[in-house]
DNA sequence: CTGTATCCTTAGGGATACTG
DNA sequence: CAGTATCCCTAAGGATACAG
């Protein structure tokens, strides 16, 4: 699968963001690394979602292109790649609690998914602080 | 175009709402309506980003099957028909405005786009209530 | 003006085998 | 474990003609 340059609709923002993340996916990447600490490719592949491999592979090299993530060999094992996000996509994090208190709010089945909507419920401004702290610790 | 079924890839509530709008189309109609008192088929097909009239038609009937958005004649003129949002369309204002301060940022061409940005800094809060009284009024 | 319908092309993506 | 590669099918979507 050929990772071509991103496309470019017009100059609005929202449009913008949509031309970067606007598929199914992108953004349960960014979630995985976001709000449960995954950061290799096979905690990626193992999600609830079941992301296939092709798609996972040319999903996070369009993320690295875009400078929201990156991927380096973990310093403690040479042999294991490590993708984090930098602070582009850190910055991802309130539109994502926006996006989790909308959807607990109207959706049941997600709801019923507690794993980060009380964090996002507790306090906006505090979580961002709390999620980007993490990532530097 | 036949409007399946929404799919349901596991209970989380970003992936939820990806699954309602992820795409690259349903958010620039949202957008339109929200921040751009939009609320014809017409108005829809003119912005810029060039929507094909099956892919918007397509889309609106997703977005009234998820009662994110209403179709009704015009009252004042009954051969014109009239898209609003409902209370759950106008929820996503929050999400949106913090994808649009996302772009502002990290994009200098959507940066260059002033029609909502200044809006959406000046404060957070206060644009989502004033969004909803605007639609009411 | 508000759509529908049709044609056609491409991108998205599932499944899975394979490799260093 | 971390991908690549291939096969193949379907959904997405552009263009455009047509209809009420």
């Not at 998914?113 to 505090?126: E, L």
Request: charged share 35%; with cysteine; aromatic share 8%.
């Amino acid at each position: 699968m050929q990772t071509r340059e991103p496309l470019r609709r017009s100059d609005c923002p929202i449009s913008y963001a949509l031309d970067l993340f606007g598929d199914k996916w992108t953004l349960l990447i960014i979630r995985d690394m976001l709000f449960k600490q995954k950061q290799r490719y096979g905690q990626f592949a193992e999600s609830e979602e079941k992301i296939s491999t092709n798609i996972l592979a040319d999903r996070l090299a369009r993320l690295e292109g875009e400078e929201l993530v990156t991927k380096e060999a973990d310093p403690e094992n040479g042999r294991q790649v490590v993708y984090a996000l930098t602070s582009k996509g850190l910055d991802l994090a309130p539109m994502l609690i926006e996006m989790i208190l909308w959807s607990a709010k109207y959706d049941r089945h997600s709801a019923a998914d507690r794993t980060f909507i009380r964090k996002a419920m507790s306090d906006r401004g505090q979580l961002v602080k709390d999620v980007k702290s993490r990532a530097r610790g």
